[in-house]
């Protein structure tokens, strides 16, 4: 590699958090290169002693066709067919937006060909968490082609670099899986288009050094809000640097660019810890309950869901009774899934219906008025499942509107789950879809959740209204469907809801803006759960996660099956009957005792304390604001025979204080044989000797209240 000296009156751009510092630096060729990325530096001094690198160097924003020979953030091909853009510093600014969060905006221009892009850098300062996107335009004679325009483009120096993957299927999500990376690439993309991250989710962990691991050693969490196809790209280069390009996945999208447009793309959000995931984690939780979250400082609702206990077959008296039983539950909310609507092509199973938003006479003669009503009669809230992106081929929708729908004019349809994707594209489709909701309302202004689902990938690439611009196809699909978030967010600001995606092939943070929590998995068996939890849980505040009581995996007993559900946002999936009298008295107690608890288990600080990839149990704990509540939660998945039992370590409380430790949601008339059950006990001793709650027991749980005198 070469390296050349810089001009002194190179410019400094220093975009930093509390605990990070990134920095940028002009060459004496006037282009711009990232100098460090990594924990902050103390003295200002220093700064100047950097390293800055012309040539073969870390390009902040590396573009395509000059003397870079490895994976380029920007490629264009400009009006006249030349393939080079090199961009130089023209200016940066900063916006304080307030004492914790500014942005710094950087103009490069290319000097040969007019085009402009902006590096945006917000910086969260508490929260250590920074957001960077950009932005294209040019002002060539005719459109240009984008062929590869990445959100950010970071650059690591490390002996060696590890990756974490979250990869899985349907029921099978967020699976944990590390490798070294060596010379060459790694991609971690999807080309589903609409249930995007139904194979591989939208965020990754990149140990520096050392794989990264919970407690310690330097780490970077990354992840990018795109409801769509995204990319993250890692290449280690020729001497060793590692590269990280993230974005919008190109495929089969070279972005045709008019003149004046301004390509914006989505944001990329990263953190650094140099104590482990668990920080990051952390780090991660509480930037978005502060700023990202659709309501994220507010409270969520506890509820009773139909699905698993009734599939598709109801009508309004076994609804009515439901909502009598979730009101003997404790819940907040009944929640009404899929089945509800149809009436030439009734939704009776997933073959029909989808797209016709009328309540189906014959299970509901009443329509959904009546059951809002029944709702109020028995003292909790009403919610509703819909689906508006999708349409089966058997619907009126269909047969009214089959240019609305994305697929093929001249080839055989391939179906997913009997369906297709709408034509977000189109305005026309977007304003059906948003009248999906906006109808419910007018028509119902009481309802008070909606769970938004989303079955399938897109099959049969073809917009109808993009005619021959398909590539702009996956692009402008995606920001269609943000105009109706956006527009359901701004008429509707207060109703919480539930991002689904047939389990959790949508749980992106731009998508979370718009919506107050997602729903991770169908696979509600509470030890694959364990599993599904502590995944998302490396990026989602617990506040965000929805963990629902169900019947998968009846071997395991109702304790253990709604201890797990209560480390997330409680809510229930069975029908009461199901339940002996002792464990309905125990399911009453457990949502009094979440009800009580949640200021700590959903915005509380989350301790990952034992890993279920590593052991044979698990144990996560919870630290409310003042370090004056904790909850424990500790789980015995499979413990081999006469197994060392090791103590569980606290962490987060204050060594100062004294904690009354307490066993809570026990079964009715079952005493706690926790060793410290009742005792006193001081922060220091919890988290240097530690608890005994794990046994030899499988599937046994506890949950363990501590609460400072
Ligand atoms: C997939 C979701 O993940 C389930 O929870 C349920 O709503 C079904 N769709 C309904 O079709």
């Known amino acids: 590699m070469q390296v050349k000296a810089v001009s002194d009156n190179s410019k400094f751009i220093r975009i930093s958090t509390d605990e990070t510092d990134l920095l940028l630096r002009t060459g004496s060729n006037e282009r711009l290169y990232q100098v460090y990325l990594g924990p902050k530096l103390l003295q200002k001094s220093d700064l100047a002693n950097l390293p800055a690198f012309n040539i073969d160097g870390k390009e902040?924003?590396?573009?395509?066709?000059?003397?870079?020979?490895?994976?380029?953030?920007?490629?264009?091909?400009?009006?006249?067919?030349?393939?080079?853009?090199?961009?130089?510093?023209?200016?940066?600014?900063?916006?304080?937006?307030?004492?914790?969060?500014?942005?710094t905006i950087i103009t490069l221009k290319d000097e040969v060909y007019p085009i402009t892009v902006k590096l945006h850098y917000v910086t969260y300062g508490k929260e250590n968490i920074i957001k960077s996107w950009s932005e294209i335009s040019h002002s060539e004679r005719k459109p240009i082609i984008l062929n590869r325009y990445a959100s950010s483009m970071l650059y690591f120096e490390n002996p060696a670099?590890?990756?974490?993957?979250?990869?899985?299927?349907?029921?099978?999500?967020?699976?944990?899986?590390?490798?070294?990376?060596?010379?060459?690439?790694?991609?971690?993309?999807?080309?589903?288009?609409?249930?995007?991250?139904?194979?591989?989710?939208?965020?990754?962990?990149?140990?520096?050094?050392?794989?990264?691991?919970?407690?310690?050693?330097?780490?970077?969490?990354?992840?990018?809000?795109?409801?769509?196809?995204?990319?993250?790209?890692?290449?280690?280069?020729?001497?060793?640097?590692?590269?990280?390009?993230?974005?919008?996945?190109?495929?089969?999208?070279?972005?045709?660019?008019?003149?004046?447009?301004?390509?914006?793309?989505?944001?990329?959000?990263?953190?650094?810890?140099?104590?482990?995931?668990?920080?990051?984690?952390?780090?991660?939780?509480?930037?978005?309950?502060?700023?990202?979250l659709k309501d994220?400082?507010?409270?969520?609702?506890?509820?009773?869901?139909?699905?698993e206990n009734t599939s598709f077959n109801f009508n309004e008296e076994i609804l009515s009774d439901l909502m009598k039983e979730a009101k003997h539950l404790g819940v907040d909310m009944f929640l009404l899934d899929d089945g509800w609507f149809g009436n030439k092509y009734p939704r009776n199973d997933d073959h029909a219906g989808l797209g016709d938003w009328e309540a189906m006479h014959k299970k509901l003669p009443h329509g959904i008025p009546f059951l809002v009503n029944a709702a109020k009669e028995a003292g909790v809230k009403f919610g509703i499942w819909i689906e508006p992106e999708m349409v089966n081929p058997k619907s009126e929708l269909f047969e009214k509107h089959p240019d609305w729908v994305i697929h093929q004019p001249n080839r055989e349809t391939y179906y997913f789950r009997n369906q297709l994707v709408l034509d977000l594209s189109n305005p026309k489709v977007q304003d059906f879809v948003f009248d999906v909701v906006d109808k419910i309302m007018k028509e119902n202004p009481e309802v008070a959740f909606f769970k938004w689902d989303c079955n399938s990938p897109i099959t049969n690439i073809y917009s109808p209204y993009l005619k021959e611009k398909q590539n702009q196809l996956y692009i402008n699909h995606v920001r269609?469907?943000?105009?109706?978030?956006?527009?359901?967010?701004?008429?509707?600001?207060?109703?919480?809801?539930?991002?689904?995606?047939?389990?959790?092939?949508?749980?992106?943070?731009?998508?979370?803006?718009?919506?107050?929590?997602?729903?991770?998995?169908?696979?509600?068996?509470?030890?694959?759960?364990?599993?599904?939890?502590?995944?998302?849980?490396?990026?989602?505040?617990?506040?965000?996660?929805?963990?629902?009581?169900?019947?998968?995996?009846?071997?395991?007993?109702?304790?253990?099956?709604?201890?797990?559900?209560?480390?997330?946002?409680?809510?229930?999936?069975?029908?009461?009957?199901?339940?002996?009298?002792?464990?309905?008295?125990?399911?009453?107690?457990?949502?009094?005792?979440?009800?009580?608890?949640?200021?700590?288990?959903?915005?509380?600080?989350?301790?990952?304390?034992?890993?279920?990839?590593?052991?044979?149990?698990?144990?996560?704990?919870?630290?409310?604001?003042?370090?004056?509540?904790?909850v424990l939660y500790t789980f015995d998945i499979n413990p081999r025979y006469q197994e060392k039992l090791f103590p569980v370590k606290l962490q987060g409380l204050d060594p100062q204080k004294k904690y009354k430790v307490e066993e809570i949601n026990l079964m009715t008339g079952r005493k706690s044989n926790l060793k410290e059950n009742g005792r006193t006990l001081s922060g220091d001793y919890l988290m240097k000797v530690g608890l005994h709650p794990f046994t030899s027991n499988r599937t046994?749980?506890?949950?363990?209240e501590i609460t400072a005198e």
């Open 700 to 704: 046994n749980s506890r949950i363990i």
């Open 161 to 292: 670099y590890f990756l974490t993957e979250f990869s899985g299927d349907w029921a099978k999500e967020v699976n944990m899986s590390t490798q070294e990376l060596k010379f060459g690439k790694k991609i971690l993309e999807t080309k589903l288009g609409s249930r995007a991250g139904m194979h591989t989710s939208p965020f990754f962990e990149l140990g520096l050094g050392q794989p990264a691991s919970e407690h310690q050693g330097d780490v970077v969490l990354g992840t990018i809000g795109w409801t769509g196809n995204f990319r993250f790209t890692f290449e280690v280069d020729n001497v060793g640097n590692l590269r990280v390009s993230s974005g919008i996945n190109p495929y089969a999208s070279s972005y045709e660019l008019k003149p004046g447009e301004i390509f914006t793309t989505p944001e990329f959000i990263f953190t650094f810890s140099q104590e482990g995931t668990g920080k990051a984690s952390r780090n991660f939780h509480s930037w978005a309950r502060n700023y990202q």
């Open 60 to 103: 902040a924003y590396q573009t395509s066709g000059a003397e870079d020979y490895f994976e380029s953030a920007l490629a264009i091909t400009h009006a006249d067919g030349n393939m080079t853009t090199i961009l130089k510093y023209v200016s940066s600014e900063v916006k304080k937006q307030d004492e914790n969060v500014s942005e």
């Open 296 to 307: 994220g400082k507010g409270d969520r609702l506890t509820l009773l869901n139909n699905w």
């Open 480 to 630: 269609g469907i943000y105009n109706v978030f956006n527009r359901v967010k701004e008429k509707y600001p207060n109703i919480p809801m539930m991002l689904c995606s047939g389990g959790g092939a949508r749980c992106d943070y731009e998508a979370l803006k718009y919506f107050t929590e997602f729903w991770p998995s169908d696979n509600t068996d509470p030890i694959e759960r364990l599993y599904i939890q502590w995944g998302f849980s490396q990026f989602f505040p617990s506040k965000a996660m929805c963990a629902h009581v169900t019947s998968w995996n009846r071997n395991t007993s109702i304790k253990f099956r709604t201890d797990v559900a209560m480390m997330c946002k409680l809510g229930f999936d069975i029908g009461l009957k199901d339940l002996n009298a002792d464990e309905l008295a125990y399911c009453q107690n457990a949502v009094a005792n979440f009800k009580r608890l949640k200021g700590t288990i959903l915005d509380g600080d989350q301790y990952r304390l034992v890993s279920p990839y590593e052991t044979n149990h698990t144990a996560i704990m919870y630290v409310g604001q003042g370090q004056d509540k904790a």
